[in-house]
């Protein structure tokens, strides 16, 4: 039960991302005992409280009202009520709203207290096989294909996993894009419907998960989060002096990826091998 100690907090509150069995105990509680649950979008929290007997008040949080809702919920914490914040699947923030509350609410100097639950980008890594000693989230992908090739261009240097959330509609036009940038046999994961009826992971190269979504339109609804294998490391020790000393001459005039394209033109080596000593430089 929440006491007294909880007075003038806000709950960040995770909930099921599919499968209602997601749902903690912790969760339901809090939810059950705050004054008011303010949710991204209140009709679709609704049938959520409605399965688990929870008949708290909710209010709209969501991208296009977060401010002004934000000054009603202080309000609400200046009179030690406590608040819980919900996101439509997930955990609260991750590409969903309640940044901007939750710093708000933090430096007026109330409580923010995570309820951990469901999250398809923990998830999805969970089961991707790939390595997760450290990984990288952008969140959504632009919606055109020009921009979209422009973040893959920035991702594509990482050493990292990283990872993209995608939607049913522009699955098949990103998938093209990681062939035309990332390239064909970059080795990727991608997590469909993750806890739901139809969950499928699929696993392979760009080109190999590709084909299966364009043999299979069944493949291309609902819910994606893709997972791309970090570019290997170059050894520094694979560039010559002259050319490494060549390198670190011209990075003083110019950004990294910049100074590798002009040697990679002129020389040999790869550019990606180039900008990876480039950045070992600029350390």
């Known amino acids: 039960m929440i006491n007294s100690m909880s007075e003038s907090t806000l709950y960040v509150v995770a ?15 809090v939810l059950q005992q705050v004054d008011v649950i303010a949710a991204e979008d209140t009709r679709h929290s609704k049938k959520l409280m409605n399965h688990f007997g929870i008949t708290t008040p ?18 609400r914490l200046a009179k030690g009520e406590a608040v819980a914040l919900v996101s439509d699947a997930g955990t609260p923030l991750i590409s969903d709203p309640g940044y901007f509350l939750v710093r708000e609410v933090r430096e007026a100097g109330y409580r923010v207290v995570p309820v951990l639950g469901a999250c398809a980008l923990i998830a999805a890594l969970s089961v991707s096989g790939l390595a997760t000693d450290r990984f990288y989230f952008e969140g959504f992908l632009p919606a055109k294909s020009s921009g979209r090739r422009k973040k893959l261009e920035a991702l594509s240097e990482l050493t990292a996993t990283w990872a993209v959330y995608e939607s ?63 570019c290997k490391e170059e050894k520094a020790s694979d560039i010559d002096s002259q050319t490494a000393r060549l390198l670190q001459r011209l990075i003083e005039e110019l950004p990294p990826k910049k100074a590798a394209a002009v040697i990679a033109d002129i020389t040999d080596y790869r550019k990606k091998e180039l900008y990876n000593l480039a950045l070992t430089m600029k350390a």
Do not use: W
């Open 15 to 29: 909930t099921p991302i599919g499968n209602l069995g997601d749902m903690t105990p912790r969760a339901i509680e």
């Open 58 to 75: 909710m209010v709209p949080c969501h991208d296009h009202n977060e401010r002004q809702q934000t000054v009603s919920l202080l309000a």
């Open 168 to 230: 049913t509609h522009r699955i098949l036009d990103s998938l093209a894009d990681f062939n035309q940038v990332l390239g064909a046999d970059r080795y990727i994961v991608l997590a469909r419907e993750l806890t739901k009826t139809f969950e499928t992971v699929l696993a392979g190269t760009v080109a190999e998960v590709e084909a299966i979504l364009q043999e299979d339109s069944n493949q291309c609804r609902g819910e994606f989060v893709v997972l791309v294998e970090g």
